[in-house]
Structures are given as C-alpha cells and as structure tokens.
C-alpha cells in the first residue's frame, strides 16, 4: 500500500453578497496566480454549484424556492468534495442551471489542487465549511450597488425579467442576505470594500497565498 502523503491543500473562502464581486475576484487570482504557479496548481470552485438538485419538481415550484437560504445547498456534498481534495482525490461537481434552476446531467471532473479558491453567498455560515477553509475574505459592496450589478446580469445571463429580478431580491435575496449573510461576516479574516476590482486587496490576496504556499 501507498504511503505517499497528499499535497497540501489551500482552501480559501470568497464569500458575500449576490453580485458583490465574489467571481470577480477569484477569477482574477486566479488568473494571476497561474503564471506563477502553473494552472493545474489552481481552481475556481462555486458554491453555486452545490444547490440541491431540484430535477423532481415543475419549473413552477423551482422558481419559488428560496435559493438564498443556507438550506438550499447539498452541504453533505460540498464538504465531501472538499475532504477529498484534500485527501488528493479528485471529484465530479455538479453542473447547475441558473436558468433552469436545477441540476444539469453532466458535471466537470476536478483533479486536486495546491490552491482552490471556494466562491459563495453562504459559505461562512457554515460550521462545517468553515473548518475546512485556510483563509476567508467577504466581499462587502454596498448592497443597492449589488443589486444594479444583479439586475443587469440577471436579465442578461440568467433569463430573467426585470420584474422577476426585483420580486426575488424583496422576497429572499436582501432578507436572507440581512438574517445570515452580512451576520457571517464576522468570520471572515479580510473583508474586501467595493468588489470585484480591489487591486490592493486582490494584490494581498496574492500575497498571502504565496505566503501559506512558502513561496515568498
Ligand atoms: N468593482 C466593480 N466595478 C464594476 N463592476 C463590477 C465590480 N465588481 C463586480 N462587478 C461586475 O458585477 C457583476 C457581478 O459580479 P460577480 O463577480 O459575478 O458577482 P458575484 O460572484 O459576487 O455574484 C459582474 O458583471 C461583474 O463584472
Ligand atoms: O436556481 C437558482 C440558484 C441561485 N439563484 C440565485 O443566485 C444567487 C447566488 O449566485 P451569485 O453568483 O453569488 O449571485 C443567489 O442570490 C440566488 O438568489 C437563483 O436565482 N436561482
């Protein structure tokens, strides 16, 4: 039998509001640190991704369900896959449809990482997730700002009606945001003003990750 230890592991949290800069941001790093630690050393993992499959219910009831609510994600699964990446096993990760509001059949086959940068809405507000991450920023835009930059995106690639945009942010997104969102926002170990363009905070981001990486 193999003795071999796995690599380590570097989990880092981007969390905050809908549309705050969370993708912005990761994809950024990412992008950035792959020069300098070669592309296969890193990934981007959504927590959108780990919605519950919602394949058995009508369009109708899928487009009610509160999605920014902490029980509206496969938990069980997120923190499988994580455990497992970092044990130097790869996972399947779901694909989700925005548009469908569901599950798609294929998923995207993911090979351990030294860095993964986890981006999400609630990630701090779990426990379980929290103890599995090394670093955790909150990306904290204000939130009439988010909803502009949710609006525009929301009609341009998700399918959406401006009306349908606005019924979801009054009915769940800016409630659920204010009962846990913003209250998780204590655990974060940096918090990140205005979003997805910080350069100073993305510069410092960078850093730190050299930094656990023992590389500077
Ligand atoms: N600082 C910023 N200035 C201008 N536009 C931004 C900024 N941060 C993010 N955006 C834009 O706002 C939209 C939502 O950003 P995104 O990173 O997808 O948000 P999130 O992942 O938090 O939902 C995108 O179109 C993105 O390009
Ligand atoms: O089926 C779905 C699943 C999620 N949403 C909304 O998406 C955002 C989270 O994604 P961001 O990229 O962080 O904005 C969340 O606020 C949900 O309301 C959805 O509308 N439908």
Do not use: W
């Not at 069980?76 to 455990?83: A, G, S």
């Amino acid at each position: 039998m193999s003795t071999l230890s796995p690599m380590p592991c570097i989990i880092i949290a981007v969390a905050g509001a809908s549309a705050s800069g969370k993708s912005l941001i990761a994809s950024t790093v990412h992008r950035e640190l792959c020069d300098e630690l070669g592309c296969e050393e890193i990934g981007i993992i959504s927590e959108d991704c780990y919605y519950k499959d919602q394949s058995h219910l009508d369009f109708a009831t899928r487009v009610q369900t509160n999605y920014d609510h902490p029980n509206s994600m496969d938990r069980d699964l997120l923190i499988r896959h994580l455990k497992a990446l970092k044990a130097g096993q790869a996972v399947d990760i779901p694909k989700y449809s925005y548009v469908e509001h569901t599950r798609m059949q294929e998923v995207t086959h993911f090979e351990p990482k030294k860095v993964i940068i986890l981006e999400g809405i609630l990630l701090l507000t779990d426990e379980r997730v929290r103890n599995e991450i090394s670093l955790s920023l909150f990306v904290d835009a204000p939130l009439d700002i988010c909803f502009i930059r949710r609006l525009k995106r929301d009609m341009q690639e998700r399918g959406r009606s401006m009306e349908s945009v606005i019924e979801q942010y009054r009915k769940t997104v800016r409630p659920m945001f204010l009962q846990f969102i913003e209250p998780s926002k204590q655990y974060a170990d940096i918090i990140i003003p205005r979003g997805g363009k910080n350069r100073i905070a993305i510069n410092m981001l960078k850093a730190q990750i050299l930094h656990l990486l023992g590389k500077k």
